[in-house]
């Protein structure tokens, strides 16, 4: 329910609306799943679904989708500062937002933002990364 309620965010972020088949096509699923799932976000109050594929966010559900898109944001940084492939990031990063607590995400954020304020440190700590991996 999560990577859909993300992409209905951003998709809604980038065009003003969302149709059932915009999410279909970048999440790769069937119009009927998403329509049902669209249905089930209606259901707890987190959108309103409507007829011909449209839908809306709720108050409720517009907050909790920007929460969501945050902490996807901080670890996909996260993963990215690391040094991990960026073929691997996207994967990695749906696979990780589900177990991660909000406080592990405050903590990784906090490290960002520190590597961020000194970029002497992250060139080195990237140059440390490069040198250990030619001694593999
Ligand atoms: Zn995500």
């Known amino acids: 329910m999560e990577d859909y309620l993300e992409r209905i965010y951003l998709t ?8 059932s088949r915009d999410i279909a096509t970048s999440l790769n699923v ?11 976000l209606d259901e707890r ?3 309103n679904y409507e007829r011909y594929g449209g ?7 517009h907050k909790l989708a920007k929460k969501l898109v945050e902490k996807h944001e901080i670890l996909e940084n996260f993963l ?3 040094g991990v492939e960026e073929k691997h990031i996207y994967e990695e990063v749906e696979r990780l937002e589900h177990y991660i607590s909000k406080e592990s995400t405050i903590c990784i954020s906090k490290l960002i933002d520190f590597f961020e304020q000194n970029p002497s440190i992250k060139t080195s700590y990237i140059k440390y990364c490069k040198d250990s991996q030619k001694g593999n």
């Open 30 to 40: 069937l119009p009927s799943s998403v329509t049902k799932m669209m249905q089930k």
């Open 80 to 82: 990215t500062l690391i």
């Open 55 to 61: 839908f809306t966010l709720t108050d409720e559900g």
């Open 12 to 19: 809604i972020e980038e065009k003003g609306y969302v149709r």
């Open 45 to 47: 109050g987190l959108g």
